[in-house]
C-alpha cells in the first residue's frame, strides 16, 4: 500500500489562491494514479481532480475546471493542487488519494477506485 500525507491548507480570501502537497512513501514503485477529493460540512466527499502515473492524463470536476491544477513530481512522490480564484464554496477538508494502475483514469472519479487515502488539509475560503 501506499501511504499519504497532505499539507499546504490553510484560510485564504475568495480570489486567492492555495497550493496544497500530497507525499506518498511506502510501495511508490508500482504504478498509481493519484486524486483529490474534498468533504464540505454537511455533505459527501466529492472528486475534485485526477492524474495518470505518467502525468500525462488528468481529469477535473466541472466545478473546478480552469481554476484548479493538477500535477505529479514522480522523484519526489508527490502530487500537487494548485488552486486559483478560490470561491467561500471550495471550503472543505481536501484528500488525496492513490489507485493502483498504470494506464487510462477511466472511472477514476469514484472514491472506490482507490486504494489509499490521506488524512485531510483543510481549505477555508472566506467571503
Known amino acids: 500500500q501506499v501511504q499519504l500525507v497532505e499539507s499546504g491548507g490553510g484560510l485564504v480570501q475568495a480570489g486567492g489562491s492555495l497550493r496544497l502537497s500530497c507525499a506518498a512513501s511506502g510501495r511508490t514503485l508500482s504504478p498509481f494514479a493519484m486524486g483529490w477529493f474534498r468533504q464540505a460540512p454537511g455533505k459527501e466527499r466529492e472528486f475534485v481532480a485526477a492524474?495518470?502515473?505518467?502525468?500525462?492524463?488528468?481529469y477535473y470536476a466541472d466545478s473546478v475546471k480552469g481554476r484548479f491544477t493538477i500535477s505529479r513530481d514522480r522523484a519526489k512522490n508527490t502530487v500537487y493542487l494548485q488552486m486559483n480564484s478560490l470561491k467561500p464554496e471550495d471550503t472543505a477538508v481536501y484528500y488525496c488519494?492513490?489507485?493502483?494502475?498504470?494506464?487510462?483514469?477511466?472511472?477514476?472519479?469514484?472514491?472506490?477506485?482507490?486504494?489509499?487515502w490521506g488524512q485531510g488539509t483543510q481549505v477555508t475560503v472566506s467571503s
Open positions: 492524474i495518470g502515473w505518467s502525468g500525462g492524463t488528468t
Open positions: 488519494a492513490a489507485a493502483a494502475r498504470a494506464y487510462g483514469l477511466g472511472n477514476i472519479d469514484r472514491q472506490t477506485q482507490y486504494d489509499s
